[in-house]
Structure formats: structure tokens, C-alpha cells
């Protein structure tokens, strides 16, 4: 993955509020914006989505969008 790629977000766990769920329901698809080190081994990815909202996720969550 990499800043600027187009990702889709294939699943969630249950660290987001509800509102934020339902966003990702209506439109899962964003831009990478960024990294950042997560627990000490992993790494989180930062999206922001198409209506300007943002928030990150495990690299897990997310899949990459054929170009």
C-alpha cells in the first residue's frame, strides 16, 4: 500500500462509534493519506474518505483498488 492509493474497506472491528460505520456502509472507499505505528508492531492506515472525513485503520481492513 501506498499514500495516494485508492482502497476500499473490506471489514471493520469494533473500535468505531456508529455514526462513523455508517458512513463507511454508504461510501467504503478512500485514499491513503498516511501511516502510523500502531501497539508497537503493527502499522495503521489513515483514509480520508470522498466527503472529507478521515480516520485510519489496520492494514487488514483495507484492500487496494485495481487501477
Known sequence: MEI???VR???L???LPAN???KLKQNPVGTIEQFK???GS???VFVRFD???S???FEDELEPLQQ
Do not use: A, H, I, L
Open 9 to 11: 474497506v473490506c471489514r
Open 37 to 39: 505505528m500502531v501497539d
Open 42 to 44: 503493527g502499522v495503521g
Open 51 to 53: 466527503d472529507k472525513f
Open 55 to 57: 480516520t485510519w485503520f
Open 4 to 6: 495516494g492509493q485508492r
Open 20 to 22: 462513523v460505520v455508517g
Open 13 to 15: 472491528r469494533d473500535r
